[in-house]
């Protein structure tokens, strides 16, 4: 699916398809965490089964006010517990699809809000 986003002063979500996103024009094939301003890096899980408390942990290193989690081609919550380090520093997290992610994703970062967008990208 292609978007379009409002304010494309950073990185944005342009498309995404089963098994890829395109960020700002390039093609991305595996899981990344994504901000609006400069954070973009490789996020070590193939599909959703290979998280762990470790990878949430890391998202509560950003200083974000909101985690988008895309969970992959279906929705998929987490356990509570991996959540503690996010809480701890009071910082919200959604869960949902990888596209409902993605589309949430630019718009909050269109409105300039403090969000990443950690996604599972599943391979074909």
């Given at each position: 699916?292609?978007?379009?986003?409002?304010?494309?002063?950073?990185?944005?979500?342009?498309?995404?398809?089963?098994?890829?996103?395109?960020?700002?024009?390039?093609?991305?094939?595996?899981?990344?965490?994504?901000?609006?301003?400069?954070?973009?890096?490789?996020?070590?899980?193939?599909?959703?089964?290979?998280?762990?408390?470790?990878?949430?942990?890391?998202?509560?290193?950003?200083?974000?006010?909101?985690?988008?989690?895309?969970?992959?081609?279906?929705?998929?919550?987490?356990?509570?517990?991996?959540?503690?380090?996010?809480?701890?520093?009071?910082?919200?997290?959604?869960?949902?699809?990888?596209?409902?992610?993605?589309?949430t994703y630019n718009i909050?970062?269109?409105?300039?809000?403090?969000v990443l967008l950690a996604?599972?990208?599943?391979?074909?």
């Amino acid at each position: 699916m292609k978007l379009e986003a409002e304010h494309a002063d950073g990185q944005t979500v342009h498309s995404y398809g089963l098994g890829w996103v395109i960020v700002n024009g390039e093609k991305i094939t595996h899981s990344l965490v994504l901000m609006p301003q400069a954070v973009r890096h490789d996020w070590q899980c193939r599909q959703f089964a290979d998280l762990t408390a470790e990878h949430f942990a890391q998202l509560s290193e950003f200083d974000a006010e909101l985690v988008i989690f895309g969970s992959g081609k279906r929705i998929q919550f987490p356990p509570a517990a991996w959540l503690a380090p996010l809480i701890r520093k009071r910082i919200g997290l959604e869960t949902m699809d990888t596209g409902a992610a993605c589309r949430t994703y630019n718009i909050l970062a269109g409105e300039g809000r403090n969000v990443l967008l950690a996604l599972v990208i599943e391979p074909e």
